[in-house]
């Protein structure tokens, strides 16, 4: 989710916020306006859909559902990540909330003004000329507090859009890896979960089932051992980079572990995910790495798949039990292979 907001959207988002936090009678605090600023942008589909059936059935929304949709849809970051932008939520809102009531506090001075110069005014008072000299003067100062108001709202505004960026990276960076810019482990079973609910909704359309692709570097430990850890790093990225481009249409490759990989294959034939396996394989086989030390070119790399298509109706813990006893299969029978898995548990 981007957030490339002009000044004027996110100041008028910030205004919609506000008005929604109104009419729900939320409480005014970071967690909550992070919440209906978000809804108010109408960036994040599944929180609206969420709100929206929370007012339906519950009419407001209460503090628990509130925080939950922040930790769900707002906040899935680490703990201390998380608190910083909390604690900057806060500054921005307490300091929106100090300019609101000094403007208020303003403004009702300047009522309770012009209400004893319109009865010296009525009594035809003879310093009236006075009096409007007084009005005007008065009346510049509203200005000036209004526009005081104006500016630090623009600057909450621009600031609570820099907060917002900074959660959608923090996020994304929660869910990737940073050797291979490929998704770890948490980004690849949120999207895992996601592929198998949309397959089990669609299922009256015939559609094909996920396969899944499990794929383990073979003897990696010797690899490390043999020439070093960074270049073992450089044989996981050139793995990666064969999953990133194995060429299936909405596949998800993701580092599922240290030298271990996986892709998920939507819509995908048992045939042609086995092809595609059978495809990696030859590819890593074909994998040659300089090393900086002996300047020596590196072969001889290799990885074992396994293989194997989803199941109506299981867990998604069941269909990546079943890849993985695929690829343990291909490791048992000497590596370098792919084993696919159709129905049952036994290759
Ligand atoms: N260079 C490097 N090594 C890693 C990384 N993550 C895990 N490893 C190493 O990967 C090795 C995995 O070794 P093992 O689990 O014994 O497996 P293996 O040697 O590949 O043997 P098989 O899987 O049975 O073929 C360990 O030595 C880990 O230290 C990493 O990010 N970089």
């Not at 989710?1 to 996110?10: A, G, H, L, R």
């Not at 108010?40 to 859909?49: D, F, Q, R, V, W």
């Not at 906040?75 to 921005?92: E, H, L, T, W």
């Not at 959608?168 to 198998?196: H, V």
Request: hydrophobic residues 35%; proline residues 2%.
């Amino acid at each position: 989710m981007q957030y490339q907001v002009t000044k004027e959207k996110s100041a008028e988002y910030l205004r919609l916020a506000v008005n929604h936090m109104t009419q729900q009678d939320a409480a005014f605090h970071p967690v909550s306006y992070a919440v209906w600023y978000e809804y108010a942008s109408g960036e994040h589909a599944k929180l609206i859909e969420e709100v929206d059936a929370l007012i339906e059935k519950e009419k407001k929304l209460n503090e628990k559902s509130t925080t939950r949709l922040f930790q769900h849809h707002i906040a899935k970051i680490d703990d201390a990540g998380a608190q910083a932008i909390i604690d900057r939520f806060s500054q921005v809102m307490t300091d929106i909330s100090s300019s609101t009531s000094k403007a208020g506090e303003d403004t009702t001075q300047f009522k309770n003004a012009l209400q004893s110069w319109s009865d010296k005014i009525q009594q035809r008072d003879h310093t009236s000329d006075l009096n409007l000299q007084a009005i005007l003067n008065q009346t510049l100062n509203m200005q000036g507090s209004i526009n005081n108001l104006q500016s630090k709202l623009e600057t909450s505004a621009e600031e609570m859009v820099r907060l917002k960026d900074e959660i959608t990276k923090a996020r994304q960076e929660a869910i990737s890896d940073g050797l291979t810019g490929l998704i770890n482990r948490k980004g690849f079973d949120a999207a895992l979960g996601q592929c198998l609910s949309s397959y089990e909704l669609q299922l009256d359309n015939l559609q094909k089932p996920p396969c899944l692709l499990l794929a383990d570097i073979d003897y990696f430990k010797k690899i490390n051992d043999s020439y070093g850890h960074l270049f073992g790093d450089k044989v996981i990225k050139a793995v990666a980079q064969i999953l990133q481009s194995a060429g299936a249409a909405h596949q998800t490759a993701a580092r599922y572990g240290g030298e271990e990989f996986v892709l998920l294959l939507p819509e995908t034939s048992l045939e042609i995910a086995e092809k595609i396996a059978e495809d990696i394989r030859k590819k890593v086989e074909k994998i040659t790495i300089k090393n900086s030390v002996s300047q020596a070119q590196i072969s001889n790399i290799t990885i074992s798949l396994g293989v194997t298509p989803y199941l109506h109706g299981e867990s998604p813990e069941s269909f990546i039990s079943r890849a993985d006893q695929a690829l343990y299969a291909s490791k048992a029978k000497g590596r370098n292979q792919v084993t696919v898995i159709s129905k049952t548990m036994s290759a």
